[in-house]
Every structure is written in C-alpha cells, then in structure tokens.
T-cell receptor, first 114, second 113 residues
Framework: AQSVTQLGSHVSVSEGALVLLRCNYSSSVPPYLFWYVQYPNQGLQLLLKYTTGATLVKGINGFEAEFKKSETSFHLTKPSAHMSDAAEYFCAVSPARANSKLTFGKGITLSVRP | SQTIHQWPATLVQPVGSPLSLECTVEGTSNPNLYWYRQAAGRGLQLLFYSVGIGQISSEVPQNLSASRPQDRQFILSSKKLLLSDSGFYLC????????????FGEGSRLTVL
C-alpha cells in the first residue's frame, strides 16, 4: 500500500524567497511520484513527475523536485516565489506499474506575500 | 492533443433532488476514467474509476453512482442528494498502460441546500 505525508496545511513565503514544500511517501514497491498544483475553483494541473532515471526532475513554472529513495522524500522547490505561485499543491504516489492507483496527500496551501 | 471537459461547472441543488455530472475526453481512446471529490479540508477522495465501457469500480459506499456509456464519457449520478454530497467534483483520465499521471477536468462545484 502507498501513502503520502504532506506536513502542515499552509506555507507562507515572501515574493522572491525560496519555496520548499515537503512530501514523504511510503511504498512497498518502486514508486512513481507526482506534484500537482490547483488554483481556486480549478482542476489539478501536473507540475512534474518522477518515473525512472534522473532523480532531479524539472517541471513547469520553474519548479523542480528531487526523488530521494533513502529518505522516501520528493520535496518540491522553486528558487524564487512569484505571486502567481499562490495555490494548493498536492503530492501523489503510485506503484511503478501500469493502471495502478494514485494516492494523494492532503495538499498544502502556498501563500506568497508581496 | 487530448482534452477533458466536465459540466456543469456550478450547480445548486435541493436535498433529495437528482444529480448528473458529465465528463468527456477527446483525443484519446480507451482511457481510464476517474471521479474524485474534494470536500473542504479533506483532500481528494476517489469515488469511482473505470477501465472500459460499462466497467465501474466503486471506492466508497455512498448514494452516488457512475456510468460509462461510451468509451470517452463518464457520468456521475445520484437519485437523491444529501447535504453531505456538497463538494468539488473532479473528473480525470489517464492512458491505459501509461506512467500513471492523471489529467483533470475543470471541476464541478455542487452545493446541496
């Protein structure tokens, strides 16, 4: 079985500051890992994913995440926050095989202060 | 390219009334289809998924049902809505046999009064 832990429900950063959103997962088999972003009253949009290969993955809007197997983590970062980054962010995990279910974390809300 | 649409975007329904939310996917064939619900502060809850026409798997017991009458059409229904059915409903698809990412629709906001 898989699970995802996103500690805390809200993170606030200043515009231009580093964004760090934490995600830890539990999986009994090699995982696929994902980050999604959701703006108010919209669906979820895929930011980036890790399947195999390079453990540092780059996504849209300047975000990146690093898969660390030893730490069972997949933290999301962005060097410099922009006001438009304010949204809710979800980490998700699935077993690394076809047609397996995604398990989502509870999400974390990012606020960006001017 | 593939697109997913769901409607209506917003609806307000009285308790005990029926519900029908529709989702269609374009630009792909034989997708896996999903219905999720987001209630305030409760994250994403998987309600139903389908791997083919007429094949529906239910994740949680409730007064909702789902149907897949066509390959790229997924419908969420209820005969009698409850207050607890209020929430943001999201349809999603992914390629059968792919690397697992889901692609979501725009969402439908349901308020039951």
């Amino acid at each position: 079985a898989q699970s995802v832990t996103q500690l805390g429900s809200h993170v606030s950063v200043s515009e231009g500051a580093l964004v760090l959103l934490r995600c830890n997962y539990s999986s009994s088999v090699p995982p696929y890992l994902f980050w999604y972003v959701q703006y108010p009253n919209q669906g979820l949009q895929l930011l980036l994913k890790y399947t195999t290969g390079a453990t540092l993955v780059k996504g849209i809007n300047g975000f990146e995440a690093e898969f660390k197997k030893s730490e069972t983590s997949f933290h999301l970062t962005k060097p410099s926050a922009h006001m438009s980054d304010a949204a809710e962010y979800f980490c998700a995990v699935s077993p690394a095989r076809a047609n397996s279910k995604l398990t989502f974390g509870k999400g974390i809300t990012l606020s960006v202060r001017p | 390219s593939q697109t997913i649409h769901q409607w209506p975007a917003t609806l307000v329904q009285p308790v005990g009334s029926p519900l029908s939310l529709e989702c269609t996917v374009e630009g792909t064939s034989n997708p896996n289809l999903y219905w999720y619900r987001q209630a305030a502060g409760r994250g994403l809850q998987l309600l139903f998924y389908s791997v083919g026409i007429g094949q529906i798997s239910s994740e949680v017991p409730q007064n909702l049902s789902a149907s897949r009458p066509q390959d790229r059409q997924f419908i969420l229904s209820s005969k009698k809505l409850l207050l607890s059915d209020s929430g943001f409903y999201l349809c999603a698809w992914r390629s059968a046999g792919g690397t697992g990412e889901l692609f979501f629709g725009e969402g439908s906001r349901l308020t039951v009064l």
